[in-house]
């Protein structure tokens, strides 16, 4: 019995000091580009995303363009960034890679729609 009680105080001071990790915050960026942005430009944005997403705050990053049954003019990116917290969605806005990828984006967005969201299972 006494076994017992030392590896349930144990495992509950385990708990405390590694608490289980909450759940992701996801960062969801769709960009909708303008009707004959070039292959480049574009490309340049991908690399902007993929640049910023190894950011220490970024915890796990995925984009991929949109699959249309039809033929359309302007093409639609998605980036899926994973965060720990509102506040390092904050500070990650606030880095150098961050106004980059603004200053390559801006000439050539048609649409922006932004989505932040707790990951659920």
Do not use: C
């Amino acid at each position: 019995m006494f076994l017992v009680a030392v590896l349930s105080i144990v495992m509950q001071a385990n708990a405390q000091s590694n608490p289980l990790p909450s759940k992701p915050l996801r960062h969801v960026v769709i960009i909708t580009f303008k009707a004959g942005t070039s292959a480049d430009s574009i490309q340049a944005v991908d690399q902007a995303f993929t640049s910023l997403s190894k950011e220490r705050l970024v915890k796990d990053f995925e984009w991929g363009i949109e699959i249309a049954d039809e033929q359309v003019e302007q093409e639609t990116h998605f980036y899926v960034l994973s965060f720990a917290s509102r506040e390092d969605i904050k500070s990650y806005e606030k880095t150098p890679q961050h106004d980059e990828l603004i200053r390559v984006a801006s000439p050539i967005v048609a649409d922006v729609k932004v989505i932040d969201y707790w990951a659920e299972e």
